[in-house]
């Protein structure tokens, strides 16, 4: 079966720098995008940005360049979200996601909820 | 950068009712959008890609349709396990893409 498993729940204070992490397994981590989707409690999805495994030369939402740094590690299967410096409105629940079928995201990892207060 | 529009905001609908959903884009996105639907507390799921194909494992009373810069996502009679927000996305350009508002369909 193919899974995206992510790490755990994080609270923050403001400023702090945090590292998130997706494990892929059940199909070949490099061969296809993985993307990462923000979405604010109560609110709608937006796409952060997407790296391809066998290059690491992620594409960014224009929103969110600078902010946040997207890699991947394809010798562990592992993509990874992290924040230099938090602010309150990074408070949201993250997405990975798979873009398989046609570059869709046709598979999606369990959320990672990030709370910085 | 292309803005997908979703209405209405709010469907209000019964278990075996049609429901249609539009997305309107900004600027032509050909036939490269998907449908996804999300249910309170879980990841949102994959169920139309390229405008009309169903994604695996979704049932056949989910339908899309349209090109360029409208599109609908119809649910022929709606079941129970229906009610939930979609959203639509496009990547017309990739590896850049958008989402829609979403459209929350209520009971």
């Known amino acids: 079966e193919v899974q995206l498993e992510q790490s755990g729940a994080e609270v923050k204070k403001p400023g702090e720098s945090l590292k998130i992490s997706c494990v892929g397994s059940g199909y070949i981590f490099s061969d296809d995008w993985i993307g990462w989707v923000r979405q604010i409690p109560g609110g709608g999805l937006e796409w952060i940005g997407t790296?391809?495994?066998?290059?690491?030369?992620?594409k960014y939402n224009p929103s969110f360049q600078g902010h946040v740094i997207i890699s991947a590690d394809k010798s562990t299967a592992t993509a990874y979200l992290q924040w230099g410096g938090l602010r309150a409105s990074d408070t949201a629940i993250y997405y990975c996601?798979?873009?398989?079928?046609?570059?869709?995201?046709?598979?999606w990892g369990q959320g990672t909820t990030v709370i910085v207060s | 950068e292309v803005v997908l529009t979703q209405s209405p905001a709010t469907l209000s609908l019964s278990p075996g009712e049609r429901a249609t959903l539009s997305c309107r884009a900004s600027q032509s996105v050909n036939y490269y959008l998907g449908w996804y639907q999300q249910k309170p507390g879980q990841a949102p799921r994959l169920l139309i890609y390229?405008?009309?194909k169903r994604a695996t494992g979704v049932p056949t009373r989910f339908s899309g349709g349209g090109s360029g810069t409208d599109f609908t996502l119809t649910i022929s009679s709606l079941e129970p396990e229906d009610f939930a927000v979609y959203y639509c996305q496009q990547r017309s350009n990739w590896p850049s893409m958008t989402f829609g508002g979403g459209t929350k369909l209520e009971i």
């Open positions: 390229n405008a009309s």
């Open positions: 790296v391809y495994p066998g290059d690491s030369n992620p």
């Open positions: 996601v798979r873009h398989g079928h046609y570059y869709y995201m046709d598979v």
